[in-house]
């Protein structure tokens, strides 16, 4: 079993920053992609970054230039730095991990979440 704690969700103003962490614990050995998700109210759950084990990343359109995605993988950490926040980004944003080996399991894709944190961006 694998666990996904997310934190760093605030209260944020326009133009601010915050920064999310992920952490993942429990019997993973090596993990894979991770990603970042938010869903809005009322909205879909969405893609909005995602880095490779090798640190290759995308984002989403929305969030080009303002987001950062970065990953510690001996800590088995994912970060989500966010600059210039707007109203539009308030949403609740999931970690999401795809772990490729667990203690007791073969080998495969395991898709695991952590359960959200709330970021809000309001004057």
């Known amino acids: 079993q694998v666990w996904l704690e997310e934190s760093g969700g605030d209260l944020a103003q326009p133009g601010g920053s915050l920064r999310l962490s992920c952490a993942a614990s429990?019997?993973?050995?090596?993990?894979?992609?991770m990603r970042w998700y938010r869903q809005a109210p009322g909205g879909q759950r969405v893609l909005v970054a995602a880095?490779?084990?090798?640190?290759?990343?995308n984002y989403a359109d929305p969030v080009k230039g303002r987001f950062t995605i970065t990953r510690d993988n001996d800590k088995n950490l994912v970060f989500l730095q966010m600059n210039n926040l707007r109203p539009d980004d308030t949403a609740l944003y999931y970690c999401?991990?795809?772990?490729?080996?667990?203690?007791?399991?073969?080998?495969?894709?395991?898709?695991?979440w952590g359960q959200g944190t709330q970021v809000t961006v309001s004057s």
């Open positions: 429990g019997s993973a050995t090596l993990i894979g992609p």
């Open positions: 880095i490779g084990r090798d640190g290759s990343v």
């Open positions: 999401n991990a795809i772990v490729l080996k667990l203690v007791g399991l073969p080998s495969g894709r395991y898709e695991y």
